[in-house]
């Protein structure tokens, strides 16, 4: 794919990170990232939670989340320090932005979040279209600190607030024919302009076998670090399944449809022998054209090994049991 961007490059071999941090750097030199801190400190205030890391300063225009959020650490937690907030906000990929890491920070205000509305159909016996805020209303909201894994071999770890996805498919009640859930993006290069360029074919798409999109760590998020998503990581809504590649956490989702049949998603599509459906963080795997079996927490100099599972095989290991995991990638 030329006319294409190289099918996820790790950004490691195309934009070396370092480049991408040492420009960041001048930005905070020159002070453009000052002054907000206090906003941040009152975010995460709300969450009651002790920081791992120092308040970082830059940040984007989102909102703090009102509704009170759980504090305790949940079972599915890592204490692993988190990653900061300027990090998991300016180092991104959404190719409906353009595909340089920090594109999708610079470009995606012209995002519209609100109103959002939210079409469930398919295989369940009780359809709807709802705005995303009604939908947020029908569940109270988690906070998860997951680690993420992308398939370029770099990490994050990410307080994500949300609800489980389990719930949502429960309330709009799958037909016994439902074996899928395939998740689209919105469509509107108006407020998407990578869009206007072939670089996937559009709409982005993805999709989770339904027992993968009952499990308890199946997450709908609408917010990270205590507020609402910002426009960069996915607004106003996206999924995150945290034991597979850091693609299927599919981006402002306008629709969920329950399917019988596997649903195409937009990675294999565009190169099949590199993008599987079901795209479970494997180290002994390696990609086509790069390793799996060590990662790069951003902010670390060393490399470290990855997890089976991205470290959550005991949560899901059994999904997947007589399923020969070299060959279902
Ligand atoms: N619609 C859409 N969703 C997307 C993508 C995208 O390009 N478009 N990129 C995916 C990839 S490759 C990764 S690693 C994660 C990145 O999420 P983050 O930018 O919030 O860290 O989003 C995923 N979801
Ligand atoms: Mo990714």
């Not at 079409?119 to 009780?126: A, C, L, Q, R």
């Not at 989770?208 to 910002?230: F, K, V």
Request: proline share 10%; net charge positive.
């Amino acid at each position: 794919m030329r006319d294409k961007p190289p099918a996820e490059p790790p950004s490691s071999e195309v934009t070396p990170e370092k480049t991408y941090l040492r420009r960041r750097e001048l930005l905070k030199n020159a002070g453009l990232f000052a002054g907000t801190a206090v906003a941040v400190a009152g975010g995460l205030h709300l969450l009651g939670r002790k920081q791992t890391r120092p308040m970082e300063r830059f940040v984007p225009d989102a909102g703090l989340v009102e509704q009170p959020v759980a504090q305790a650490m949940g079972p599915f937690d890592t204490d692993e320090p988190r990653t900061p907030y300027e990090d998991v906000t300016t180092y991104n990929n959404f190719y409906e932005f353009g595909f340089d890491k920090n594109d999708p920070a610079r470009f995606a205000h012209t995002l519209k979040p609100k109103p959002w509305s939210v079409v469930i159909d398919g295989e369940v016996h009780k359809p709807r279209t709802v705005d995303v805020e009604q939908l947020t209303s029908w569940f109270s909201l988690e906070e998860r600190v997951y680690r993420m894994r992308c398939v370029e071999a770099w990490s994050m770890v990410i307080p994500w607030l949300g609800f489980p996805l389990a719930a949502l498919l429960q309330r709009v009640e799958p037909t016994s024919h439902a074996k899928y859930v395939a998740f689209t993006t919105l469509l509107d290069p108006e407020q998407m302009p990578g869009q206007r360029r072939a670089l996937l074919d559009w709409p982005y798409t993805e999709g989770l076998r339904l027992d993968e999109a009952m499990n308890p760590l199946t997450l709908l998020a609408t917010g990270l670090y205590g507020r609402q998503l910002p426009n960069q990581n996915g607004a106003p809504l996206r999924l995150v399944a945290p034991w597979k590649y850091g693609f299927k956490g599919i981006k402002s989702i306008v629709r969920i449809s329950l399917t019988r049949e596997e649903p195409m998603t937009t990675w294999r599509l565009s190169a099949p022998r590199e993008y599987g459906f079901y795209a479970n963080v494997n180290p002994s795997v390696p990609h086509p054209r790069w390793s799996q079996a060590s990662e790069r927490r951003i902010g670390d100099f060393e490399r470290r090994p990855t997890l089976p599972f991205n470290g959550y095989a005991e949560q899901v290991a059994h999904l997947y049991t007589g399923m020969d995991l070299r060959r279902f990638y």
